[in-house]
């Protein structure tokens, strides 16, 4: 049965669970798990892991994790904050899977992309004194 669910379906689900991250940022639970995402949609987590799978290729961890990641971005370029707060913040719980899904995501370490993210203000801040 799994085999014959709709897109239309699948992009139904994949826009619920979107609209869950966007607006209650739910990734921030580091104990989140497809259970409890399906206990908050209201719907079968087979459903949910199903339609993440087949419209994404990735798994429901990695795609939590990649909201997580793209909040970690946006705190490391725009913040001072410390890394490892920053990582508790968004939904890690380790430092070694933290990074490893930062450089899967973005092809660098949080501390590099700060660096380059950040470089710019440096910069200007330095030519303006």
């Not at 419209?55 to 997580?68: I, L, P, W």
């Not at 490892?84 to 092809?107: D, H, L, P, Y």
């Not at 370490?109 to 303006?128: F, G, K, V």
Request: charged share 25%; proline share 4%; glycine share 4%.
């Amino acid at each position: 049965a799994l085999a014959s669910a709709a897109p239309a379906e699948d992009r139904d689900t994949l826009a619920a669970v979107a609209t869950l991250m966007a607006t209650k940022r739910v990734y921030r639970d580091t104990d989140l798990t497809l259970d409890r995402l399906a206990r908050k949609l209201g719907m079968p987590a087979r459903q949910i892991s199903a339609a993440i799978n087949r419209a994404t290729g990735k798994n429901v961890s990695q795609y939590v994790n990649e909201y997580r990641i793209a909040e970690a971005c946006a705190l490391l370029a725009g913040s001072d904050r410390p890394v490892t707060e920053i990582m508790f913040a968004v939904g890690f719980q380790t430092k070694s899977n933290f990074n490893r899904e930062f450089r899967r995501v973005t092809g660098m370490s949080p501390l590099a992309w700060r660096e380059r993210t950040a470089q710019p203000t440096r910069i200007a801040i330095e030519h303006d004194r």
